[in-house]
């Protein structure tokens, strides 16, 4: 896996994690014990984004092919902050 770090550099490297959440980065290793190992071959890893100016049912989701959520989710955002009409 090829973690991007906050600087933009990308690094060689077995991702930790526990209970859903990055614990930690680890130079590759031949034996991991872990009770899950995913092998992404070389991707890049990348955090999820955060959008923090939403509106949410400006969209007619009956018509529309997926939900306002789901096509965030399809373009790697896995946050928002929604804002609602008034």
């Known amino acids: ?14 991702v930790l994690v526990l209970d859903g959440r990055i614990e930690g980065l680890i130079t590759r290793a031949s034996e991991i014990n872990a009770k899950d190992v995913v092998d992404c071959g070389g991707h890049p890893l990348l955090p999820g984004l955060i959008d923090m100016h939403v509106h949410i049912g400006f969209y007619d989701v009956e018509r529309e092919e997926r939900s306002e959520t789901a096509t965030a989710a399809l373009g790697g955002v896995t946050t ?6 008034a």
């Open 1 to 14: 896996m090829q973690p991007v770090l906050p600087d933009g550099s990308v690094v060689a490297a077995d």
């Open 80 to 85: 928002i902050l929604c804002y609602f009409r």
